[in-house]
């Protein structure tokens, strides 16, 4: 019940900056997008989420289709740091509900 | 702040032996999820607790695993008995109900579990 599709593996160059797609065709109004990277060994750990309006953080940037069909995670500028799987993932406003699909391997190269 | 605490990190088993596992939530945390995660694959919810109450146990195989929230804090994840396809990694994530537009999960480490 992911709702989500992503590209199952990308390269960016170090120092580049990287945009990750995912579609959620099928997206309902009051699901926000959210946004988690699983480094090697660890849990996954939150990056960013948004409603319909493009986010910012330390971390990444978030950019929201016009129609919330799409997005794009932006990492900036890429670090081996950031070599991670990252998983775009649907959440119900006021649910708890979190579905997490296959993902995107990210491979920063130096 | 402490973060999501699970023990072991690792457990080596014979089939058909019991295996148990903990999660000690952030504190304040009200809801608890149970995930498991195959190799190259993403995290797939077990069960989910809104404090004591299983909320969501649609895709927990009933018949060998088990799950407890006592006093809706620390979390037991139990299998018995274990089976070779239960090799996987479990995770233990919370996150804090009531936190609208932000319901951001903290995970632990996991436990990875091989069944020989």
Redesign the interface.
């Known amino acids: 019940d992911a709702k989500t599709t992503q590209p199952n593996s990308m390269e960016s160059n170090e120092e580049e900056p990287v945009h990750l797609p995912c579609n959620h065709s099928t997206i309902s109004g009051t699901d926000y997008i959210h946004w988690y990277r699983q480094l090697p060994s660890q849990g996954p750990e939150y990056v960013i989420h948004g409603l319909t309006s493009n986010v910012n953080n330390r971390m990444a940037s978030l950019a929201i289709a016009e129609d919330r069909k799409s997005s794009t995670l932006i990492l900036h500028r890429a670090t081996l740091r950031d070599a991670a799987v990252y998983y775009c993932i649907l959440r119900d406003y006021g649910g708890n509900q979190f579905y997490f699909g296959t993902g995107t391997s990210l491979t920063v190269i130096p | 702040e402490a973060g ?1 605490v699970q023990s072991p990190r690792y457990k080596i088993i014979e089939k058909k032996q019991p295996v148990a596992f903990w999660c000690n939530p952030i504190s304040g945390h009200n ?1 608890l ?1 149970w ?1 498991l995660q195959n190799l ?6 077990l069960i ?1 607790y ?1 404090n004591e109450e299983a909320v ?1 146990d649609s895709q927990l195989p009933k018949d060998r695993f088990s799950a407890e929230r006592l006093k809706g804090v620390d979390s037991t994840l139990k299998i018995q008995p274990a089976e070779l396809g239960d090799s996987a990694v479990y ?1 233990c ?1 919370s ?1 804090a ?1 009531g936190t ?11 436990s990875r579990l091989t069944v020989l």
């Open positions: 999501v809801t999820y995930y190259g694959q993403g995290p797939e919810l989910r809104e969501d995770l994530a996150s109900s609208g537009n932000t319901g951001e999960l903290f995970f632990g480490e996991g």
